[in-house]
């Protein structure tokens, strides 16, 4: 039973909601050795170049094989493990796998996702640094993506930590774009690299024109502001299409490529895709 706070009336229980409780205490409790029992693993996602439908890198999005849950999803965990500041040593165990996968397919592009809460450590640029060294990854191919939540926290500290980690030289994408409530003029004043597109937008292109206008002027803007434009989530030849006609630099999406495993991402570096229509 629960009770209200301070009404003194008592509501319905609902089972439901101590199954999620337990659920994510077990979770938490496991995650903790997850890293220790080599239970995390990396599938890869091309990012594919729109002009000449190659391979330019791969985006890691990390996996718990959990012993009896099976296969978790990183929705399922993420945010337990930055509730725990579990993620602090989980995101570096990403980004030197990652970067090491990266130099054992002889240099290709590499984006990692870095949570807020490994940007408020205040150590994210040694920490990078450090893999950079201790993995022989170039700088220059290694792209840290981070959703907007970024900025919009002690704007000045976290210019600041931005551009410690842009002098290493590694490139920054801002993920998800259009979802959060950063505005253009974060945009000018941060030096990001690269705009990803949400795939909420890609998942509308087709239908209302003001959508397709919409997507359009985001990557104008990006264009603008000297950034690349990478579509996520394109699940359509149309969307595809479209997204070519728009100037869009980069692709990413289950049309093109799931993530996959290291060793089946392999073949995806031999041959370009056929992207023309
Ligand atoms: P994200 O960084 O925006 O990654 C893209 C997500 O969209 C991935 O889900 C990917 O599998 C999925 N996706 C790609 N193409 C398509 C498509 O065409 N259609 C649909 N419906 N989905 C597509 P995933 O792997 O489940 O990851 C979800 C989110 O979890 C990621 O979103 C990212 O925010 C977070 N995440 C994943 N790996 C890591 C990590 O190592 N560290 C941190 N901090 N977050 C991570
Ligand atoms: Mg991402
Ligand atoms: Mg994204
Ligand atoms: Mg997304």
């Known amino acids: 039973k629960s009770k209200d706070a301070g009404g003194g009336r008592w509501t319905a229980y609902h089972p439901s909601m101590h199954d999620e409780l337990m659920r994510r205490v077990s979770l938490a409790d496991d995650l903790r050795y997850a890293l220790d029992r080599d239970e995390l693993v990396l599938h890869y996602q091309p990012t594919v170049d729109m002009r000449t439908g190659r391979v330019v890198g791969f985006e890691a999005l990390v996996r718990w094989q959990h012993p009896s849950r099976g296969m978790v999803p990183p929705l399922d965990f993420i945010g337990v493990a930055e509730a725990t500041g579990l993620i602090v040593p989980l995101g570096r165990w990403v980004m030197a796998t990652a970067c090491r996968q990266a130099v054992r397919w002889g240099g290709v592009h590499m984006a990692v996702n870095v949570s807020v809460r490994q940007f408020e450590t205040g150590t994210l640029a040694e920490t990078v640094a450090a893999v950079l060294a ?87 803007l990006a264009h603008r502001f000297g950034m690349h434009a990478v579509a996520e989530g394109i699940e359509n030849a149309a969307q595809l ?23 089946e991402a392999t073949r995806l570096l031999v041959a370009p895709f056929e992207l023309a229509s």
Do not use: W
């Not at 259009?178 to 941060?190: E, H, M, P, Q, W």
């Not at 299409?241 to 799931?258: E, H, K, N, V």
């Open 134 to 220: 201790e993995t022989g990854m170039p700088p220059h191919l290694l792209t840290l993506e981070m959703t907007e939540s970024v900025l919009l926290t002690d704007t000045d500290e976290n210019l600041a930590r931005i551009t410690e980690l842009k002098a290493l030289g590694v490139v920054l994408a801002m993920d998800d774009f259009g979802t959060g409530y950063s505005s253009l003029a974060y945009l000018r004043r941060f030096p990001m690299d690269i705009l990803k597109i949400d795939r909420s937008f890609v998942d509308r292109l087709g239908g209302d024109p003001a959508d397709g206008a919409l997507v359009q002027t985001i990557i104008r």
């Open 241 to 263: 299409t479209i997204l070519r006609a728009m100037d869009c630099d980069y692709a990413q999406g289950f049309f093109l490529s799931r993530p996959l495993p290291a060793s």
